[in-house]
């Protein structure tokens, strides 16, 4: 914004000068109103100064097939072998020690039998998978389901484990899953967080 002199010498009146000034904020206000509306001549993901949004929506590396995903972590869920991850060799060792795999080592107590599921197994769907008597209505959806039984943890201490399977670290103070794909994929809506954590304030002392 430039103010030029007035015919009285070097120095504005106020009268010119807010005036001029307002003539400069107007326009601030202006380019604002129009970034909000997305009506600025920028590219998609852009702000007012042509500054790309670091969480802009990108393209995937593949055409993703899933339309959405919504994402539980049970701290305290269901045991996978009590659920979706039928276990016929433990039915068939049930009550007899784990051998052939070294010494186990367990933070509490001693290491008791193998224990087969106190549940029944059902195969469903076309894909024959087995689900626990505990999820008979999941039963009938599993060809529209998909199951991951390869993940593994490195310690089996639950806490060091919640880090781990979050943020692939056994350590607090990484990045979760939410910052990772926000980074990688952006966000559709700008004027909201990418993520958000929602806990459960009863598991927090005061």
Not at 8 to 18: E, H, I, V
Not at 139 to 146: H, K, L, Q
Not at 156 to 172: K, Q, R
Request: aromatic fraction near 10%; proline fraction near 7%.
């Amino acid at each position: 914004m430039s103010l030029s002199t007035s015919t009285k010498g070097r120095y504005t009146s106020r009268r010119d000068f807010l005036f001029r000034a307002g003539e400069g904020i107007s326009g601030v206000a202006l380019a604002h109103m129009l970034h909000q509306e997305g009506l600025l001549a920028a590219e998609p993901g852009c702000d007012a100064s042509g500054i790309t949004s670091p969480i802009a929506p990108r393209d995937p590396h593949f055409k993703p097939r899933a339309k959405a995903v919504i994402s539980l972590f049970m701290s305290g869920g269901v045991s996978h072998v009590d659920s979706f991850d039928y276990k016929p060799m433990l039915e068939k060792y049930h009550g007899q020690p784990l051998t052939g795999k070294g010494a186990v080592e367990v933070r509490q107590g001693f290491p008791g039998p193998l224990m087969k599921s106190p549940f029944s197994f059902k195969q469903y769907g076309q894909s024959g998978k087995w689900v626990s008597e505990l999820f008979p209505h999941m039963g009938s959806m599993v060809d529209e389901m998909a199951f991951l039984h390869g993940g593994q943890g490195r310690s089996n201490d639950h806490v060091l484990a919640h880090y781990e399977w979050n943020t692939g670290s056994l350590l607090m103070g990484h990045p979760s899953v939410g910052s990772w794909v926000t980074y990688g994929l952006g966000s559709e809506n700008q004027g909201l967080p990418g993520f958000v954590v929602i806990y459960d304030h009863r598991n927090y002392e005061p």
